[in-house]
């Protein structure tokens, strides 16, 4: 059975620091890309960025490059989005999901490319 759960959100002040987990299960996480997206309140939701599963790392939001990063544990079956400089616009839901396709060397930034998601994990940035 196909799972991915996040976890590492929380409240934080603004500037600082956050790392999510996306802990895979019922499949190896490094034969698929896997993208973080996010979903703020009243807003739709977007995509981050993303690992494929030849490690090549594409951003979809502008506005984290510099301050956020993805990597994996393959041993952990474990994806991770590390934020810094937390701005108080980072506030959302965040998700992980897994590429529908295996073996692709780029991810995309569309949802509908993913195929199963995890149930997020909340992100607030707020003094």
């Known amino acids: 059975q196909v799972q991915l759960v996040e976890s590492g959100g929380g409240l934080v002040q603004p500037g600082g620091s956050l790392s999510l987990s996306c802990a895979a299960s019922g499949f190896s996480s490094d034969y698929y890309g896997i993208g973080w997206f996010r979903q703020a309140p009243g807003k739709e939701r977007e995509g981050v960025l993303c690992?494929?599963?030849?490690?090549?790392?594409?951003y979809f939001t502008d506005s984290v490059k510099g301050r956020f990063t993805i990597s994996r544990d393959n041993a952990k079956n474990t994806v991770y989005l590390q934020m810094n400089s937390l701005k108080p616009e980072d506030t959302a839901v965040y998700y992980c999901a897994r590429a529908s396709v295996s073996w692709r060397t780029v991810c995309s930034g569309a949802s509908n490319q993913y195929d199963y998601w995890g149930r997020g994990t909340q992100v607030t940035v707020s003094s």
């Open positions: 690992i494929s599963s030849s490690e090549h790392r594409i």
